[in-house]
């Protein structure tokens, strides 16, 4: 599966973005979808997850309450919903697609990048 980010930009504090992130390829349920980010300097890490049907999703806790995570199977999309932005959420932002039955993602989007000022 291809995936393409996009939607990212620069956002004062307290504002909001939404990410999309558009798959092609091989069937898009299969795929449980990740959003992780890589902030200069720093190790990428996990942002948010959504279960292949949409029913179940995944936050990390900094993001908990701010950000939401959302899929679109008949258009081969997910989306995250970032509110409240601060300058911490500063980062490359990057789609990710698993198998359900896998244990690690194997395919990813190129990035995006968000950008919030304070």
């Known amino acids: 599966v291809q995936l393409q980010a996009f939607g990212g930009g620069l956002v004062q504090a307290g504002g909001s973005l939404r990410l999309s992130c558009v798959a092609s390829?091989?069937?898009?349920?299969?795929?449980?979808m990740g959003w992780f980010r890589q902030a200069p300097g720093k190790e990428r890490e996990f942002v948010a997850a959504i279960s292949w049907s949409g029913h179940s999703s995944y936050y990390e806790y900094s993001v908990k309450g701010r950000f939401t995570i959302s899929r679109d199977n008949a258009k081969n999309s997910v989306y995250l919903q970032m509110s409240s932005l601060k300058p911490e959420d500063t980062a490359v932002y990057y789609c990710a697609a698993r198998e359900v039955a896998g244990r690690t993602y194997n395919y990813w989007g190129q990035g995006t990048q968000v950008t919030v000022s304070s």
């Open positions: 390829g091989r069937t898009f349920s299969s795929y449980v």
